[in-house]
């Protein structure tokens, strides 16, 4: 069985880079090497940056990376 633990941010970054920097270098053959660790490095850092995910079949928000001021209009809106 596969030795599983979590990432510290800064192995998830890194990781990450290393992996956008295969995909750029190689193109189509860089996409088709990514492992697993390589793609849930990238989507952890995307999170991080403040991607905000739109889940299968839902229309993505209008504005796409969180902020304070996104939670800031949010309460505004609701009035909380």
Request: proline share 6%; glycine share 8%.
């Amino acid at each position: 069985m596969a030795d599983v633990r979590p990432f510290t941010q800064r192995e998830m970054m890194e990781q990450a880079s290393r992996a956008v920097g295969r995909v750029l270098r190689d193109d189509l053959r860089g996409i088709t090497t990514l492992s697993i660790d390589d793609i849930t490095a990238m989507t952890g850092t995307l999170l991080a940056l403040g991607l905000i995910a739109t889940p299968p079949g839902e229309t993505p928000p209008e504005q796409l990376i969180f902020t304070a001021s996104t939670t800031q209009t949010k309460e505004a809106a609701d009035g909380q």
